[in-house]
Every structure is written in structure tokens, then in C-alpha cells.
């Protein structure tokens, strides 16, 4: 075999290794770019025992976006039907019907596009009158609620939160 022929096959080797590492620095950079825009929705509650004060808040804790798909909220199984604040009513009504309250809300409707490190006050309820339930109630009743978020990072890559699992579940 002469010199130009084993010059000739190793430039191809050579080049060959280029291609496939070039392929696979990409698959790399493309990895990375999903994972440093990924949402992660998780929720948070607050109470002020002394005030009979709780908050639930909903939070992009997440370095990227987040497109909420689906929004809803169900009590016992049963999904909470209405627009806008109603099914976040019709939960407390249902939760709290022996209770004198007043409370705030607000929701997420399909579309919304919740920003990284966004945080949004998903209800705030204080008690109020004589008869004031205990904290293991409330947390009893919190417990009877589920929110179900599906949402997606940018590059569409998809994730839903389920409060009834205390955990968002994966990308996909």
C-alpha cells in the first residue's frame, strides 16, 4: 500500500470521526437547550393560624415558560365546571359549607403562558364568626381538593401537575 493510500484512508477515518462527533455534540446542545428552559409548576400554601388566614399559590419554580393546556380544579373526583373563578367557588362551597369565609381567587385559563419564577395567588381564605374551623379541617378539605395543570415547555415538551400526587409528573 503506498503513502497516498494511507494518507487518503486516514483523512476519511479522520473526517468520519469529525461527522459523528459533530452529530453527537449537537444531540449534547440540543439536550441541554430543552433542559435550560424547562418549567416545573408546583403549588404553595401559607397560613396564618392566628388569623385563620390560608393561601394556595401556584408557582413556576421552573428556569423556563410554561403553556398551561389544561386548568381544573376537582373536589372528591368530580371536576368543578364553570368559567373563569366559578370552579374555584363552587371548591370552596363545597369544602366549607358550615363555614362563614371570605376569599379571593384567581385562575389560569388554557393559553396562558405562566413565566419562569411566576407566581400566582391561586386562593386566599379567611374565616370568620364564631364558629372558626381548626387547622386539621382545613388541611382535611385541602386534602378532598385536586388542581390539575397540563402544561408545556417551548420546545413542547409536555408535564402536568396533580396536587393529588404532591409531585409534578416528568416531561415527556
Known sequence: ???????GISSAVIALCAFF?????T????????????PHLTTWTHSDKSKSLYS???LNNGIGPALINHFEIQVDGYPMIGEGLEPIEKALKLLFPQYQYTSSQSFVSKGYMMSAKETRNLVT?????????????VEHAT?????????ESIYKDKATLDTSKFQALPMQ
Open 1 to 7: 500500500m503506498s503513502w497516498e493510500a494511507i494518507a
Open 27 to 38: 444531540c449534547i446542545t440540543r439536550k441541554h437547550n430543552k433542559l435550560s428552559v424547562t
Open 143 to 151: 386534602k378532598r381538593a385536586r388542581l390539575l395543570i397540563e402544561y
Open 125 to 137: 381564605i379567611q374565616f370568620h364568626g364564631e364558629n372558626l374551623p381548626d387547622p386539621e379541617e
Open 56 to 58: 394556595v399559590e401556584l
Open 21 to 25: 462527533l459533530t452529530i453527537w455534540q
